[in-house]
């Protein structure tokens, strides 16, 4: 298993700011992926976080709104740029160690 | 597109009496499949997985795959309050992320 450590847990956001959002990982893993939860509704794959490339978009997500890093095999960070009150949803990180596992989400509201 | 069919529920079910979830899901070569709880205000919480047909039991879980029908569940025994909860199903093909089901809401009446 993988213990997830995600930060911030929750926040409010003015309309047109960032946000950037930190995952760290126990221990090291290839895999890192960042789902989306909007409210009432099921986890949706932002990307794939892939360590020394660029991220892998699912359909519907680009980088220039979802910039994410990858610096190493345990840190991962998912950037959510130029709000909208659409963009309120709960992020949440996740690693691949033998089976997915969940960090305990971003919750964010945008105003 | 890969699709995860499940019902969203109310499932109500009472407490001592076996709680049933199903899932269909769309793509063929999927490999691996998931079950996971999710408590309001929570993450998603891995509760059993299953990668061949069969059943796996875990405790009180016992997880039932049909590839050839594309049928995936989760059985429940001697249901908990505790137990309420949303229950997610997940599938993977291979080394990208899951594809989720939209869930299906488990109330268990005292």
């Known amino acids: 298993s993988a213990v997830i450590s995600q930060k911030p847990s929750r926040d409010i956001c003015q309309r047109g700011t960032s946000l950037t959002i930190q995952c760290q990982v126990d221990?090291?893993?290839?895999?890192m992926f960042w789902y989306r939860q909007q409210p009432g509704q099921s986890l949706t794959l932002i990307a794939t976080?892939?360590?020394?490339?660029?991220?892998?978009?699912e359909s519907g997500f680009v980088i220039d709104k979802f910039p994410i890093s990858r610096p190493n095999l345990t840190f991962s960070t998912l950037t959510v740029s130029n709000m909208s009150p659409e963009d309120s949803s709960i992020y949440l990180c996740?690693?691949?160690?033998?089976?997915?596992?969940f960090g305990e989400g971003s919750r964010l509201t945008v105003l | 597109q890969k699709e995860v069919e499940q019902n969203s529920g109310p499932l109500s079910v009472p407490e001592g009496a076996i709680a049933s979830l199903n899932c269909t899901y769309s793509?063929?070569?999927?490999?691996?499949f998931f079950w996971y709880r999710q408590y309001s205000g929570k993450s998603p919480e891995l509760i059993m997985s299953?990668?061949?047909?069969g059943d796996k039991e875990d405790g009180r879980f016992t997880a039932q795959l049909n590839k050839a029908s594309q049928y995936v569940s989760l059985l429940i025994r001697d249901s908990q309050p505790s137990d309420s909860a949303t229950y997610l199903c997940?599938?993977?093909?291979?080394?990208?992320?899951?594809?989720f089901g939209k869930g299906t809401h488990l109330i268990i009446q005292p």
């Open positions: 996740s690693a691949a160690a033998g089976e997915l596992f």
């Open positions: 221990s090291q893993v290839t895999m």
């Open positions: 976080a892939n360590q020394g490339s660029e991220a892998t978009y």
């Open positions: 793509d063929r070569v999927s490999q691996s």
């Open positions: 299953i990668y061949s047909n």
């Open positions: 997940a599938f993977s093909g291979g080394a990208d992320g899951l594809t």
